[in-house]
């Protein structure tokens, strides 16, 4: 019982590992985007 205890906490590290670096990989590209696109529409009529 002991086992299956610490490998259910490692298991959910992992989801919680792989939650986090996937929410930072799409957070990345998206704070991108949304920059450029606050400067097209800021400067987008020059």
């Given amino acids: 019982m002991r086992i299956n205890?610490?490998?259910?906490?490692?298991?959910?590290l992992l989801k919680s590992r792989f939650v986090t670096m996937a929410s930072h990989e799409f957070r990345s590209p998206l704070t991108t985007?949304?920059?450029?696109?606050?400067?097209?529409?800021?400067?987008?009529?020059?």
């Fill in 5 to 12: 205890l610490e490998k259910e906490k490692e298991l959910n």
């Fill in 33 to 46: 985007i949304l920059s450029s696109a606050e400067l097209i529409d800021k400067y987008g009529f020059k």
